[in-house]
């Protein structure tokens, strides 16, 4: 049985006294709030946690990645089969005494040659006609329209602009002369 030496600074109390009293009933208050006392620390020695604090429970799914591991698992296996077919070719070549560089292919006599020479002879001369027809044509566009139009609207911007600009020349550039 515990003694009252044992309870802690605050002495737990079932009846707490007003007023000391002596004798028997002082006693028999000792022994109550002693049972008392010892009855409260053997519940509190088992009281369950109302809120749970444990780590969440883990599941094998989420750490093991199983298409991950087959993944792997194929791309092992590719290389392993190249390798061995690496490892073939090195010991057929070596075997054969080194490596044969031979080129004896002999390209098959197609039977659309003829036809397919005559088209590109057909489609290159073509094709020159249409050059000849572009260089002689002569331009729709007239490009000193064009440098007349440039200048007048170079004179509005200056003439509305806050900074004017310096007025550059302009430069003419030479003809092209693509008939030859």
Not at 56 to 79: A, G, S, V
Not at 101 to 107: E, H
Request: proline share 4%.
């Amino acid at each position: 049985m515990h003694t009252v030496y044992e309870m802690n600074k605050a002495d737990y109390l079932a009846f707490p006294a007003i007023v000391g009293t002596t004798g028997q009933y002082s006693n028999m208050r000792k022994i109550w709030d002693n049972h008392h006392y010892k009855y409260h620390k053997d519940r509190m020695a088992n009281v369950k946690p109302i809120v749970d604090n444990k780590a969440p429970r883990t599941y094998l799914h989420c750490h093991l990645k199983m298409k991950k591991i087959q993944l792997e698992q194929e791309r092992f296996m590719d290389i392993e089969k190249n390798n061995r077919l690496l490892l073939y070719r090195i010991a057929h070549t070596k075997a054969g005494g080194g490596q044969d560089n031979w080129n004896v292919y002999k390209p098959k006599h197609s039977v659309n040659t003829d036809f397919r020479k005559r088209e590109l002879v057909k489609i290159s001369l073509e094709n020159q006609v249409i050059l000849k027809r572009i260089n002689m044509a002569k331009s729709v566009y007239d490009h000193k329209k064009w440098l007349d139009d440039y200048k007048v609207t170079g004179g509005y911007i200056s003439r509305i602009s806050k900074y004017p600009q310096e007025s550059k020349p302009v430069k003419m550039l030479p003809p092209l002369n693509l008939l030859k």
